[in-house]
């Protein structure tokens, strides 16, 4: 089946430590997103890619990476600059960059602080 | 401003009854679209109906139909018969087209819960 996989499920940082998060997808989407939810609130854009090799900061892109070397791939990193980082993580995929198309969600990450 | 506002943090609706979800954006485009998501406690978002703000009727998906009022800037969701997985949080989302703007913008949601 075609869709969005996101690993790991959880993920636990330490202090001083960079983590990267998986997403891959295989609905041969053009568009990629990486967003953050906090607890009782919306989903904030981190992130996002319209092509390959190239992708611009959203709303809070401050203390995160990423790349976009493959169609099928959007990890993110989260860098130790990223002092709040407990949040559930949320990749998604459009077909094109595009008002009227709906974006497709992966299960998400839920990062947390040790 | 607010982009999205979804004034209920929480609803309940009795199962098998209908229940409207409200929200009201804020936008000076005049080509955007306008999404309903639902999040159930496991955390995917699934995408449940759409809606154009140059289509002149209201989307139908099934149970869900979207209540759009382009003057007053409001696309209410409405679940009918309502069903016990239907508990979940729902987040309106918006989508401009001018600017550098191309992300959702999404709502702070409502928690809705079926009771039996």
């Known amino acids: 089946d075609g869709g969005i996989t996101q690993s790991p499920k959880y993920l636990f940082r330490k202090e001083g430590q960079n983590v990267t998060l998986s997403c891959e997808q295989n609905?041969?989407?053009?568009?990629m997103y990486w967003y953050r939810q906090d607890p009782g609130q919306g989903l904030r854009l981190i992130y996002y890619?319209?092509?390959?090799?190239?992708?611009q900061k959203g709303d809070i892109a401050e203390g995160y990476s990423v790349s976009r070397e493959k169609k099928e791939s959007f990890p993110l990193t989260v860098t130790s600059a990223q002092k709040n980082p407990t949040a559930f993580y949320l990749c998604a995929s459009s077909i094109v960059d595009r008002s009227n198309q709906p974006q497709h969600f992966g299960d998400g990450t839920r990062l947390s602080i040790l | 401003a607010q982009k999205i506002t979804q004034t209920q943090p929480g609803m309940f609706v009795q199962e098998k009854e209908a229940v409207t979800l409200d929200c009201t954006y804020d936008t000076s485009d005049q080509s955007y679209g306008l999404f309903w998501y639902k999040q159930p406690s496991s955390g995917e978002m699934i995408f449940l109906i759409y809606?154009?703000?140059?289509?002149?009727q209201n989307a139908t998906e099934g149970r869900y139909s979207l209540n759009f009022q382009k003057a007053r800037k409001s696309a209410n969701l409405v679940i009918s018969a309502s069903q016990l997985g239907d508990s979940a949080m729902y987040f309106c989302?918006?989508?401009?087209?001018?600017?550098?703007?191309?992300?959702?913008?999404f709502g702070s949601g409502t928690q809705l819960t079926v009771l039996p």
């Open positions: 609905l041969n989407h053009d568009a």
């Open positions: 989302a918006m989508r401009e087209v001018s600017g550098s703007a191309r992300q959702l913008t």
């Open positions: 890619s319209q092509i390959v090799n190239d992708f």
């Open positions: 809606q154009g703000s140059y289509d002149e």
